[in-house]
C-alpha cells in the first residue's frame, strides 16, 4: 500500500474552516507578563478558539511607507519600548513565521502593492497579546503593517479583501486601542503615568460608548471619519496608529456574523482596554 502524501501548509489553508477574528486593545507592554483581569481573559480566550493554521497580526505598533508583511522564518521579538523592568526586556516569543503565508496575503490585497520585510520581526502589540493566548509560540505568525500614507478608510478597505483568508483557518488579530491618548494618562502624585487608575475621564467614556455604538450598528464608514465624531473622539484619537487595527477588525466582519465584547474598561483615564470577538 502506498504511503499517503504529506499535506503541505498550503493545501490545509486550502481547506475551508473559518475561524473568528479579533480586536485586542492591548494596553500596557507589561500585559505581557503580568497577570491582571485582561491577561486573564486573554488567556480564555486564545484557550476557547478553534486551533487556527497561522496567525496574522495587525498592530498600532508598526507603521511604514508603503505596506509591508513580515516574510522571515523566525520572526524576532521586538522590545519597542523604554523604561519598564528588566524581566519584561527578557521576554521572548519564539513562533516561527511563514513566507508562504506571507504572499498569500500579498495575493490577496490587489487594491494595493504589499512588499515583503525580511528583517523586523514582531512589535510588542502583536507578541505581548499572543504570548498570553497562545503561550506555545507553536504557530506561524506574520504581521501587517500600517501605511502612513493610507486613509482610514484605505485601511478598512484592504482590511476587506483580506477577509476571505479567514476561511482557509488564519486567525487575523488586530491589535490597539479605541482610544488612546498617552498625553491625557492620569498621573500619579510621584508624577509618573498611572497606568493602574480604574476609571476613565468623562470624554474617554463618552467616545468609548460612541464607538460601540457605532459599531453594534455596522457603522463602519462613520468610524472611519472619526475626526468628525466630535470632541470626545478627536480626545479619543489624536493619532490613529492604535485606531486603525479596529477598523481592520470590522472590515473582516461576515453576514450573521456578531460581535462579542470583553474587558471592556477604561484604564489610566484615557486608554480604552475594549476588545471584541468576531463570529
Same mark, same amino acid.
Given at each position: 500500500?502506498?504511503?499517503?502524501?504529506?499535506?503541505?501548509?498550503?493545501?490545509?489553508?486550502?481547506?475551508?474552516?473559518?475561524?473568528?477574528?479579533?480586536?485586542?486593545?492591548?494596553?500596557?507592554?507589561?500585559?505581557?507578563?503580568?497577570?491582571?483581569?485582561?491577561?486573564?481573559?486573554?488567556?480564555?480566550?486564545?484557550?476557547?478558539?478553534?486551533?487556527?493554521?497561522?496567525?496574522?497580526?495587525?498592530?498600532?505598533?508598526?507603521?511604514?511607507?508603503?505596506?509591508?508583511?513580515?516574510?522571515?522564518?523566525?520572526?524576532?521579538?521586538?522590545?519597542? /519600548?523604554?523604561?519598564?523592568?528588566? $524581566?519584561?526586556?527578557? &521576554?521572548?516569543?519564539?513562533?516561527?513565521? *511563514?513566507?508562504?503565508? @506571507?504572499?498569500?496575503?500579498?495575493?490577496?490585497?490587489?487594491?494595493?502593492?504589499?512588499?515583503?520585510?525580511?528583517?523586523?520581526?514582531?512589535?510588542?502589540?502583536?507578541?505581548?497579546?499572543?504570548?498570553?493566548?497562545?503561550?506555545?509560540?507553536?504557530?506561524?505568525?506574520?504581521?501587517?503593517?500600517?501605511?502612513?500614507?493610507?486613509?482610514?478608510?484605505?485601511?478598512?478597505?484592504?482590511?476587506?479583501?483580506?477577509?476571505?483568508?479567514?476561511?482557509?483557518?488564519?486567525?487575523?488579530?488586530?491589535?490597539?486601542?479605541?482610544?488612546?491618548?498617552?498625553?491625557?494618562?492620569?498621573?500619579?502624585?510621584?508624577?509618573?503615568?498611572?497606568?493602574?487608575?480604574?476609571?476613565?475621564?468623562?470624554?474617554?467614556?463618552?467616545?468609548?460608548?460612541? /464607538?460601540?455604538?457605532?459599531?453594534? $450598528?455596522?457603522?463602519? &464608514?462613520?468610524?472611519?471619519?472619526?475626526? *468628525?465624531?466630535?470632541? @470626545?473622539?478627536?480626545?479619543?484619537?489624536?493619532?490613529?496608529?492604535?485606531?486603525?487595527?479596529?477598523?481592520?477588525?470590522?472590515?473582516?466582519?461576515?453576514?450573521?456574523?456578531?460581535?462579542?465584547?470583553?474587558?471592556?474598561?477604561?484604564?489610566?483615564?484615557?486608554?480604552?482596554?475594549?476588545?471584541?470577538?468576531?463570529?
Amino acid at each position: 500500500m502506498k504511503p499517503k502524501a504529506k499535506k503541505s501548509p498550503k493545501d490545509s489553508m486550502r481547506k475551508k474552516q473559518r475561524v473568528p477574528a479579533l480586536f485586542i486593545g492591548h494596553g500596557n507592554p507589561m500585559n505581557a507578563i503580568e497577570d491582571n483581569d485582561f491577561t486573564l481573559h486573554w488567556q480564555q480566550v486564545g484557550k476557547s478558539l478553534p486551533r487556527p493554521k497561522a496567525i496574522l497580526c495587525v498592530s498600532a505598533h508598526w507603521q511604514t511607507w508603503g505596506t509591508l508583511v513580515t516574510a522571515m522564518e523566525s520572526p524576532r521579538t521586538i522590545h519597542d /519600548f523604554g523604561g519598564f523592568p528588566p $524581566e519584561l526586556y527578557q &521576554a521572548q516569543y519564539p513562533a516561527p513565521g *511563514s513566507s508562504w503565508l @506571507a504572499g498569500e496575503i500579498r495575493n490577496s490585497i490587489t487594491g494595493s502593492k504589499v512588499g515583503f520585510d525580511l528583517d523586523r520581526g514582531l512589535d510588542h502589540g502583536c507578541w505581548s497579546v499572543l504570548k498570553r493566548m497562545f503561550p506555545a509560540a507553536d504557530l506561524p505568525v506574520v504581521q501587517l503593517s500600517l501605511d502612513y500614507t493610507k486613509s482610514a478608510i484605505e485601511h478598512y478597505n484592504m482590511g476587506r479583501e483580506m477577509a476571505n483568508l479567514r476561511d482557509r483557518g488564519i486567525l487575523i488579530l488586530a491589535s490597539g486601542n479605541m482610544v488612546h491618548n498617552l498625553e491625557r494618562v492620569e498621573v500619579s502624585h510621584n508624577g509618573r503615568r498611572d497606568f493602574n487608575r480604574p476609571l476613565g475621564f468623562d470624554w474617554a467614556i463618552e467616545a468609548n460608548n460612541l /464607538f460601540k455604538k457605532l459599531i453594534d $450598528e455596522d457603522r463602519s &464608514a462613520e468610524l472611519a471619519d472619526f475626526h *468628525s465624531l466630535g470632541h @470626545a473622539a478627536q480626545l479619543a484619537v489624536p493619532s490613529p496608529e492604535h485606531f486603525l487595527p479596529l477598523l481592520y477588525a470590522l472590515a473582516l466582519k461576515q453576514k450573521g456574523e456578531k460581535i462579542t465584547y470583553f474587558n471592556d474598561k477604561l484604564l489610566a483615564g484615557s486608554i480604552a482596554m475594549t476588545s471584541f470577538i468576531i463570529k
